[in-house]
T-cell receptor, first 110, second 109 residues
């Protein structure tokens, strides 16, 4: 069974904190993605990685960075969290076609 | 620039009634389109892709290149169809997707 897991379901952080969101997939997929999901805006791509140590900015990369040291793991980093980064964060991985999603992390920044 | 538009934020239908979720796209190349669904407290998952031309859970979607549309249809809605539905367009060879804003479907008995 295909599996994408995310380190936390819920996270509460304070403004200015550094935040790490972890994503792990067990499908040996090359491609991994980080999205944020907001009502009325759908899913917006933050960053994308097509191989270990390779990354590409998505539509809304400002305020975020990523790390992919191993094929199965893709981390999203908020260097200095701000209240406008309160959102649902979804990780996904894909081979050639379908994207498989994690359960999401609901991040609240106070 | 590529774009996906879902004009309805909320669609409320009665059980047994037909349901149609609209999706329009703009893309200069040959489009590949998908519908993803998210049921309450579940993860986002693929519902169907236009290439396979299949019916999943009674849903079908036809790509109309002339109208640049990929509307999702089901003749008889069921309560278990209540969910958030996203239309998505593949925008490059890596498999990146452009998602629409989503349509919340509520099926009432």
């Amino acid at each position: 069974d295909v599996k994408v897991t995310q380190s936390s379901r819920y996270l509460v952080k304070r403004t200015g904190e550094k935040v790490f969101l972890e994503c792990v997939q067990d499908m040996d997929h090359e491609n991994m993605f980080w999205y944020r999901q907001d009502p009325g805006l759908g899913l917006r791509l933050i960053y994308f990685s097509y191989d270990v140590k390779m990354k590409e900015k998505g539509d809304i990369p400002e305020g975020y960075s990523v790390s992919r040291e191993k094929k199965e793991r893709f981390s999203l980093i908020l260097e200095s969290a701000s209240t406008n980064q309160t959102s649902m964060y979804l990780c996904a991985s894909s081979g050639q076609d379908e994207q498989f999603f994690g359960p999401g992390t609901r991040l609240t920044v106070l | 620039a590529q774009r996906v538009t879902q004009p309805e934020k909320l669609l409320s239908v009665f059980k047994g009634a037909p349901v149609e979720l609209k999706c329009n796209y703009s893309y200069s190349g040959s489009p590949e389109l998908f519908w993803y669904v998210q049921y309450s407290r579940q993860r986002l998952q693929l519902l169907l892709r236009h290439i396979s031309r299949e019916s999943i859970k009674g849903f079908t979607a036809d790509l109309n290149k002339g109208e640049t549309s990929f509307h999702l249809k089901k003749p008889f809605a069921q309560e278990e169809d209540s969910a958030m539905y996203y239309c998505a367009l593949r925008i490059d060879s890596w498999g990146k997707l452009q998602f629409g804003a989503g349509t919340q479907v509520v099926v009432t008995p």
